[in-house]
């Protein structure tokens, strides 16, 4: 017999080869299970009955839903007003009660909600506390009724070993390292633009930017160019000197990135300047797996990009680090577009573009594995903060009918129950 370890490699192994995507296999095992059930009805009644001494129930049900009670939303600084109030306005459209704890780091914008905010709701309602790390772990040792939290997964493991304790739900919007996969078959320029835009975009202080492109060494060489023409155009000659360039948001960021500038080579850019927290827009090349840029969620200015010779190698590297909070591929054949959706996982995905699906209320927002759980954006919101209630209403009539759920059963009964519930229009449930 396998142990417990093989046993899960074996199911990992046959999800990782995609055997489970397929609708038809998904199909053809639901219709087992309908098999099963038709197959082996007797065996188990009779098991039921042995172990529950269990009888029948026709039922239905509808979801109502309702505010869990008290949020607490703990918010980010490289969007602070946006991510307070897409959250907020989720929270306070289902009837919560909310705590909101924006970030110390974004001062500013800290003073401003704290000062602002309060005025224009019902603190009845509604708080906010201040303070930096040691206020939010003390701020975790209460008990709450969902947590919904932006920010790094190192962060989010506390916050949910805290929300553990308690037994509450959460929401995680963590970041990782979206890779961005470049074909062959592409207008250098086109891409140029749009992964360039959407990497500096706030000085690349976005957790859905691009983190790094992955391409061939001949798509490379036609990229660089391009890449480099682009951010000229975007940011000038002087980049520091340009207004669409904003700066780190602290020393503390600026000292990470700066160390991060020493990977591979700098194909474009590279300057920097600790006095003003500036950090040029930068492409790296000659970028190995193993070095350190490659290994955290860089959160800056900087692009690597990373030799891959094939698709098929590109979706492996892909596939063997953690699920990433957004992904992109670029190519003017469809059917490459189509391979990296199908055969990978992520919060998020677009084809041909940049982040613009988190752009769409349409669509929910939330990551996967290391880069998150739970979803919101628009009516996702709404649902995040609801709890769904099954209920069931039954009047007191038709109780006639209604008895042929009680005992003493009958062969009888139990016919007339299993007929009703093969019905499809029926919505029954058998317990």
């Known amino acids: 017999m396998d142990s417990v370890g093989d046993t899960l490699q074996r199911l990992r192994e046959t999800f990782s080869a995609g055997r489970t995507r397929p609708a038809e296999f998904r199909a053809t095992q639901l219709e087992g299970l309908g098999r099963f059930l038709r197959d082996n009805k007797q065996l188990l009644q009779e098991a039921l009955a042995r172990d529950l001494r269990k009888g029948t129930q026709l039922d239905r049900a509808f979801i109502r839903k309702e505010p869990f009670g008290l949020v607490l939303i703990i918010v980010p600084w490289n969007y602070p007003l946006n991510l307070t109030l897409v959250p907020l306005v989720g929270a306070l459209a289902a009837g919560n009660c909310v705590v909101l704890k924006p970030s110390e780091i974004s001062k500013n914008m800290e003073q401003v909600l704290a000062e602002v905010l309060p005025r224009y709701l019902d603190q009845s309602c509604f708080a906010m506390v201040l303070g930096g790390p040691e206020e939010t772990g003390q701020l975790l040792e209460h008990r709450f009724d969902y947590i919904f939290f932006t920010g790094s997964p190192r962060v989010g493991r506390i916050v949910m070993t805290a929300a553990a304790k308690h ?38 202080q976005t957790c859905v930017a691009p983190d790094y492109v992955l391409c061939s060494p001949e798509m490379q060489e036609r990229l ?81 990009i990373v030799n891959v010779r094939s698709l098929d190698e590109a979706i492996d590297f892909i596939n063997r680090r953690e699920k990433p909070l957004a992904l ?16 990978t996982s992520s919060g998020g995905f677009c084809g041909n573009d940049g982040f613009m699906h988190v752009s769409l209320a349409s669509l929910p927002f939330g990551g996967v594995g290391a880069s998150g759980m739970g979803r919101y954006h628009g009516k996702f919101s709404f649902d995040t903060f609801s709890h769904h209630r099954g209920c069931l209403l039954r009047s007191q009539g038709m109780e006639k009918i209604y008895s042929i759920r009680y005992p003493p059963y009958t062969p009888r009964n139990l016919r007339m129950l299993l007929v009703a519930m093969e019905t499809r229009s029926c919505s029954c449930t058998l317990l």
């Open 167 to 204: 037994l509450t739900p959460v929401t995680l919007e963590l970041g990782g390292k979206n890779p961005c996969y470049v074909d062959d078959n592409c207008d250098p320029e086109t891409v140029a633009n749009r992964v360039a835009f959407f990497r500096y975009f706030n000085t690349g």
């Open 224 to 304: 660089l160019p391009a890449l480099q023409s682009t951010i000229a155009r975007f940011f000038g000659e002087d980049p520091r000197s340009s207004p669409n360039l904003g700066r780190i948001i602290n020393d503390k960021h600026f000292q990470r990135l700066q160390g991060l500038l020493g990977c591979g080579r700098v194909a474009i850019g590279g300057q920097s300047d600790q006095s003003d927290r500036y950090i040029a827009p930068t492409v790296l090349v000659d970028v190995q797996e193993t070095e350190p840029v490659m290994q955290e969620e860089i959160f800056g200015p900087i692009l690597p």
């Open 328 to 343: 992109y591929a670029f190519s003017k054949s469809s059917e490459v577009v189509k391979q990296v959706l199908a055969r």
